[in-house]
């Protein structure tokens, strides 16, 4: 077998492969006296079909079947025989498929690039130091009441806080549209969860009141049909209700789990899951400014083709996620993941190379005591304990972010690491923060 590579740019090669005819023959003879011995045909017994007319009648058929296995096959042996790791599924371009002629064919594809990790050394990381205070509880306790919170009417003016519930019809020009009329609509006041010149109306309404609003959707409005547009809508106003808020006693400790202890048992197991969740947060912190730092100090070329495929995963995760997978549903753009997608390969390649020149390997035991973190906050701590335990495909994940999480230390012992105080707040609500 004749291979010969050439390479279109840093990471695309171009590789001929030709295969001698005498070893396609060789298997296609081989399969065709296979056949003698069990095709069926009229006018011979079993067993007895002159190799000529089993030629005759499959001989196409199995030199088309030969010639495709063949050349699956020989690409990989072409591969090893050049030590070549692909990147990506290749444009393989036939050249001679002739019967009694070498098979011939052209092999486009990417290579992985070759990747030499930067020194890390002088790298700035900060890592958050967080107390957890009294105050950071009471304000867990009272979103707690918030979420058993029961709505009583009022008769009074809608104010912040307050939940509206309306019919509504909507219109564009005069004329009805999909998704404009619904009854019994609730709406918290200062959610945000209708668009904004709709619940901008609301406050000061009254219950029993009818009104009609004038609302503009902004440009960037998912339905193309709203778009930009100003519809009116015919609003009803059903309800004007405040919450009620439960008391702090043993039955609101009990409605989460409690039931010895109270309130003070109820504040302990509270502080507690804000601890999992302050060493979750702390981690994650810092492992996305070590992985910013590894970009930007390894520039790498990125295999397209792999690229690719990262946004197509993406893609089929989010599409999942929203319902957006039916048949039919518009398909998100590639330019809505690509970023995301070269941020991942990127750091893929790095932290793979990382991993093979310092030969690092998977800590079982720091594998047993993420899956035990992890497990600790669910009820019952060894039923998940033992479905990972059970569940190769869940293990091998929960082993690639151990992994990946001994790289992150490994790149931290070369860094200069400084503590950030900040509060719980802070550290838990990054975006917040950033707006202030």
């Not at 060493?279 to 492992?287: D, E, L, N």
């Not at 690639?400 to 001994?406: D, G, H, I």
Request: with cysteine; proline share 6%.
């Amino acid at each position: 077998m004749q291979v010969s590579v050439e390479s279109l740019s840093n990471l695309e090669r171009r590789m001929t492969v030709q295969v001698p005819a005498e070893r396609i023959q060789e298997e296609v003879d081989r399969r065709l006296k296979s056949l003698v011995k069990r095709v069926r045909i009229d006018g011979f017994r079993p067993g007895k079909v002159p190799l000529k007319v089993v030629q005759k009648r499959y001989g196409e058929g199995v030199y088309q079947e030969v010639l495709g296995e063949i050349l699956q096959s020989s690409y990989q042996e072409a591969l090893a025989q050049e030590r070549i790791i692909p990147a990506g599924t290749p444009d393989i371009e036939p050249q001679s498929m002739e019967a009694g002629q070498p098979l011939e064919y052209v092999a486009t594809f990417e290579v992985f690039p070759e990747v030499q990790p930067a020194d890390m050394s002088g790298a700035q990381i900060k890592r958050p130091q967080v107390e957890i205070t009294e105050a950071d509880v009471d304000k867990v306790i009272e979103s707690l009441r918030k979420q058993r919170r029961e709505w009583v009417d009022v008769e009074r003016p809608a104010a912040e806080g307050d939940q509206v519930v309306v019919d509504f019809k909507g219109t564009l020009d005069g004329e009805a549209f999909e998704g404009g009329e619904a009854e019994d609509v609730p709406i918290e006041l200062g959610q945000g969860r209708m668009i904004k010149d709709f619940e901008d109306q609301l406050p000061g309404v009254n219950p029993g009141e009818e009104k009609t609003i004038e609302v503009n959707f902004p440009e960037d409005y998912p339905a193309e049909h709203l778009a930009g547009r100003t519809a009116e809508f015919a609003l009803t106003v059903k309800k004007v209700q405040e919450p009620s808020l439960p008391e702090l006693n043993d039955e609101f400790a009990k409605a989460f789990g409690v039931e010895e202890g109270g309130m003070e048992k109820l504040r302990e197991e509270v502080k507690n899951n804000m601890s999992r969740e302050m060493g979750q947060a702390v981690k994650a912190r810092v492992k996305d400014q070590v992985m910013d730092a590894l970009l930007e100090r390894n520039s790498v070329d990125l295999p397209s083709a792999i690229v690719q495929e990262e946004i197509n995963r993406l893609r089929e995760q989010t599409q999942s996620r929203y319902g957006m997978n039916q048949e039919g549903a518009p398909q998100l753009p590639d330019e809505q993941f690509k970023a995301d997608a070269e941020r991942r390969v990127g750091l893929g390649l790095v932290i793979r190379e990382i991993v093979r020149q310092h030969d690092i390997k998977v800590d079982q035991d720091k594998v047993t005591a993420e899956l035990e973190a992890m497990a600790a906050g669910y009820e019952d701590p060894q039923q998940v304990i033992s479905y990972y335990r059970g569940n190769k495909q869940a293990m091998s994940g929960l082993e690639a972010m151990v992994l990946e999480q001994q790289v992150v230390e490994w790149v931290l012992a070369q860094c200069e690491v400084s503590d950030e105080p900040m509060s719980f707040d802070a550290l838990m609500n990054p975006s917040q923060e950033n707006q202030a």
